[in-house]
């Protein structure tokens, strides 16, 4: 859409319709299988290794495994650009997720069967496997969402994609995995999670191939330096160097606050949790704190636009970093767990619907899997670089002072936003547009 284009009508009753569709639909079950991965490969696998008496630092260092969802970028354009043998029949977008989705099952299967204390090495390799998988789905989901959809409907997929997300992630990802692993064993829970995991094969299968991807099938292929230059020097072509920088600076550190907190799971075990305390606050009722936050994103987004959502999630993610204070001066009270558990989820589910519907109009259908690629992951980099270190930041000091520094790591964000304020074209991104002056 371009900033001449008009939008579609706006209001809390024309957002609602755009629910129903079988886009939407389909983006729940896709959502669900994104999802459930991410977890068992980052915040579960850190209760995993912790519950094996692993220490807090080696433990933030593993937390680097989930930079395969932070450099996708880098594989995003042979995924734009090529069809996988023996799965292209399927075409671009979904052969290559029908192939991530049977590689999750089977690293999540091959982690259950290895444990983290007979084979660190292949454990950890194991890890990396699935979380390659799991940023490829992730890349090629978001692919298909872009183009099926025109992009002032893409809040409201977002918001059903979420739906099943937070579902695969929380309540199975997180909360069934931990239940399991509490009364049957870490391997069970594992096993239980590979079968889950092909879920979503059907909606692969049933789906239909995006039209710009069959276009794009039917024009002649660029070469592999075409594949990788093309599509990040367009953004720049149509946004200018300074404001595409300052716009890539803004998606990089828009989800700092949350995205450091990956010592969150130990911190709940060494606040006196148990795995079932956790599965239970953490998982299953944060679940639906962060749908309804991001069904309330989705809403806002087509009632009032993407830039003062951005300014509203902004704030609630970093205010709710405090919350995780409060649990640490009450240790073992279940009412500090809920209270911080239903501020921090329902303002990431905000903030990420939010976040998804401005990167959706920040890139070209011709370069969908790669422009999206690159801005999610900068939306990952810099927190997942400082959680990495975060196990030895508490160990330095304590809890307290890191969630303090959690929260003003907001700051920077604020500052940007207030300069693009301005400096986009009038109505620009409550257009949902990446149309700029």
Request: charge should be positive.
């Amino acid at each position: 859409m371009s900033a001449g284009t008009p939008a579609r009508p706006r209001g809390w009753r024309a957002a609602a319709a755009t629910f129903g569709t079988r886009s939407a639909i389909t983006m729940f079950f896709l959502g669900f299988g994104c999802g459930l991965p991410f977890f068992l490969v980052g915040n579960t696998l850190a209760i995993w290794l912790r519950d094996s008496g692993w220490a807090l630092g080696p433990i933030g260092l593993v937390s680097y495994l989930t930079f395969f969802y932070v450099f996708k970028f880098v594989w995003a354009p042979l995924l734009d650009t090529r069809r996988l043998p023996y799965f292209g029949r399927l075409g671009r977008r979904r052969g290559w997720l029908l192939a991530a989705q049977l590689s999750i099952a089977a690293g999540l299967a091959a982690l259950a069967l290895t444990g983290p204390v007979a084979s660190v090495p292949l454990f950890l390799a194991l890890a990396g496997f699935t979380a390659l998988a799991g940023a490829t789905q992730d890349t090629m989901v978001d692919a298909y969402r872009v183009e099926i959809a025109p992009i002032d409907a893409q809040a409201a997929l977002a918001a059903t994609y979420t739906l099943g997300y937070r579902i695969g992630l929380q309540l199975c990802g997180g909360a069934l995995v931990l239940y399991l692993a509490d009364f049957a064993g870490w391997r069970i829970g594992y096993l239980s999670m590979a079968v889950l995991a092909l879920v979503p094969v059907m909606a692969t299968l049933l789906s239909p191939e995006p039209e710009s991807s069959q276009r794009i099938d039917s024009e002649v292929r660029p070469s592999f330096v075409e594949a990788y230059i093309k599509p990040f020097a367009e953004f720049f072509r149509r946004n200018g160097w300074v404001l595409g920088l300052v716009l890539l600076a803004f998606v990089g550190l828009f989800k700092m606050p949350d995205q450091m907190l990956s010592i969150a799971g130990p911190f709940y075990l060494d606040t006196g949790f148990s795995k079932s305390d956790i599965a239970t606050v953490s998982k299953i009722y944060g679940v639906w704190m962060g749908i309804g936050g991001a069904f309330l994103g989705g809403f806002a987004v087509a009632a009032m636009g993407v830039r003062k959502s951005l300014l509203v999630a902004a704030l609630a993610v970093a205010l709710s970093n405090l919350l995780f204070i409060l649990m640490s001066l009450h240790p073992g009270e279940i009412w500090t767990f809920v209270a911080t558990i239903s501020g921090d989820n329902l303002s990431q589910g905000f903030a990420g619907t939010v976040l998804v519907a401005f990167i959706s109009g920040l890139v070209d259908k011709r370069y969908t899997a790669t422009q999206y690629a690159l801005l999610s992951s900068l939306a990952n980099l810099p927190g997942k670089l400082i959680g990495g270190f975060s196990g030895f930041i508490v160990e330095a000091s304590s809890y307290t002072v890191f969630f303090v520094i959690s929260s003003v790591s907001v700051i920077p964000t604020l500052l940007i936003l207030a300069w693009l304020w301005r400096r986009l074209a009038p109505g620009a991104l409550d257009n949902e547009t990446s149309a700029v002056a």
